[in-house]
Structures are given as structure tokens and as C-alpha cells.
């Protein structure tokens, strides 16, 4: 079900005249009928009737009202307030992120925000995942961007995008020329990884488990710049965003199979406190340039 039925079927429900429905959204008569029959068959039961010549809302139909009316209306209202920003605006936004978004992401974000609202105060923190989530649910932060943490304490979290990890091993490592591996033929190897307590490493705890893999983790450090590093110095490797080799010469990425280790980034807010229109907007720029491509994302970070 789409946004578009909704309001189609709010259309008909309101003038009980498919003809005048089809002119008020727009479309015509017959795509109109397509899509109400589209919606029926979804919700397994009839919306309309026909009674003479006249069209009539069955129960289904007004219950059914009943619950996407104020849905509608409240996107609608959303939708006023975006289009309806004030391009003076002012205020302070307050946001935090990891090192790996903080490096690209960060930057490229300010630098097209501060462009449209110049007369908004930007303040930028580099933190733990951790600590964003203790600064959100504190009210010292108004938003932030790192990976989903494992407890919501009250936090909602969007998903952007997926970036797959890989195995990285210096150029002179047997595993270098290799195309990808199992996971399970890590069992044995000589890492790096982060240290147990942050969210990647539990998370590959959970695909080594899985593999049946036991690797020999030789050196635990709390960040991702020396871990590689110390992989290009040594026959070390180590498992990261392919991302965070950006620019980084003597060290190969190999994609890692059964399992894929895989993290989502997000944003990250509190649903105790009401957004700001700066931290609303702020996350349409983050999310724009995220899904216009852009080559920035990102140094993996703990």
C-alpha cells in the first residue's frame, strides 16, 4: 500500500463520484478504479459498492477512513511545513558522529547545509556510538550518525544505506591475491579487531560463531586508523569497511563470504524530545546526499 491510494481512496470517499475523485488527485477515471481495486485486493475486502447509480462506502470503506484520514492529513501538514521553511533560518543544531562519518560524510553535509542556512550554528562532535546514544537520551545532542545501537533506549534509528566489511591483509600476505574467502578459513588467523565492547566486533563475534571460525586475535586496539596500520606492517589482517582503505596503499580488501558481515548506518534521535526544523532539515540534506551517490561514505567506524 502506497501513499497514492490513500489518497485516492480519501478522493472517492469524499465525493462518492469516481469522476470527480479521478479530476480532484489528478489521474484518470480508469487508473483511479485500477488502483481502488489494487487496494481491495490487499486489504481482502470491498471499499465501495455501487447501488444504482450511485457509489456507496461499505463498513470496510469507512473504517478504513476512519484510520488513513489523519494519516494523510498529518503528511500533509509535514509536507506544508518542509516546502514552507524558511530559507532565514536560525537556531543551533547539535550533532555528533563517529570518526569513520566525521572524516566524509560530516563535511560534505555542513558545507551544503550551511549554503542554504547560513545564519544556523553547527556544532560538531566526534564521538563513541555509545556516547551518542547517552548524549541523545541526556539531551545534550540533538541528533546523530553512527550504526543501530544495540538497545534503543527511546532512540529511533534511520537506516541510510548497507556497506559490506572485508578482510584486509598487507600487499606481501599469503591471502592477498585471493578473490574472497569463507569465513570459516579465518579460523586460526592471526587479527586485529576492535576491542569486545564495541557493536562491529560483536557483531563479527556473531560471524565467526556462525562460521564455526576461531581466529587468533593477536591485538585489540579502540580504532580503525591503526588497525590498519598495523596490518600494513605485519601479517596481521584485520576485517573493515573497504571504505576506510580510502587512499591507503599496501593493504589489499578480499569480500568475505558465509557469512557476509554486513552494518547499516544511520541517524539517530531522540523520541522523547521534539525535532528542531534545523535538525529536520539537516537530516534531508544527510539523506540527499546520501542517495544522490556521492563518494563519501566512509571510514568504518567502531
Not at 152 to 165: A, C, H, I, M, T
Not at 230 to 259: K, W, Y
Request: with cysteine; aromatic share 4%; net charge neutral.
Amino acid at each position: 500500500m502506497e501513499l497514492r491510494h490513500m489518497r485516492y481512496f480519501l478522493a472517492i470517499a469524499e465525493t462518492l463520484n469516481f469522476t470527480s475523485a479521478a479530476k480532484r488527485v489528478h489521474v484518470t477515471q480508469s487508473t483511479l478504479s485500477h488502483q481502488i481495486r489494487q487496494l481491495e485486493e490487499e486489504l481482502g475486502q470491498p471499499l465501495f459498492a455501487r447501488v444504482g447509480k450511485k457509489v456507496v462506502i461499505t463498513e470496510a470503506g469507512l473504517s478504513f477512513q476512519k484510520h488513513v484520514a489523519p494519516i494523510v492529513k498529518q503528511v500533509d501538514q509535514t509536507l506544508g511545513a518542509m516546502k514552507a521553511a524558511p530559507e532565514e533560518l536560525h537556531g543551533e543544531l547539535r550533532i555528533a558522529a563517529t570518526h569513520s562519518f566525521n572524516v566524509q560524510l560530516i563535511p560534505l553535509c555542513l558545507s551544503v547545509f550551511i549554503q542554504r542556512f547560513p545564519h544556523v550554528k553547527v556544532v560538531v562532535e566526534e564521538l563513541s556510538g555509545d556516547q551518542i546514544s547517552e548524549g541523545l537520551v541526556r539531551g545534550s545532542l540533538d541528533m546523530g550518525i553512527s550504526y543501530r545501537p544495540a538497545v534503543s533506549r527511546g532512540l529511533r534509528f534511520e537506516p541510510l544505506y548497507n556497506e559490506e566489511l572485508k578482510l584486509i591483509v598487507a600487499s606481501h600476505h599469503p591471502l592477498a591475491k585471493r578473490k574472497r574467502l569463507r569465513m570459516v578459513e579465518l579460523n586460526g588467523q592471526r587479527m586485529t579487531l576492535l576491542a569486545p565492547h564495541f557493536s562491529t566486533r560483536q557483531m563479527l563475534n556473531e560471524c565467526f560463531e556462525a562460521a564455526g571460525a576461531q581466529p587468533q586475535i593477536v591485538a585489540e586496539l579502540n580504532a580503525i586508523s591503526p588497525m590498519i596500520e598495523l596490518v600494513r606492517r605485519t601479517d596481521l589482517c584485520s576485517i573493515v569497511s573497504e571504505n576506510a582503505l580510502s587512499g591507503e596503499s599496501g593493504v589489499s580488501a578480499i569480500p568475505i563470504e558465509s557469512p557476509t558481515p554486513v552494518r547499516t548506518p544511520g541517524l539517530l534521535w531522540s523520541q522523547q524530545t521534539e525535532r528542531s526544523a534545523v535538525s529536520r532539515f539537516m537530516a534531508d540534506t544527510i539523506r540527499q546526499v546520501v542517495n544522490q551517490g556521492i563518494h563519501i561514505i566512509s571510514h568504518t567506524s567502531p
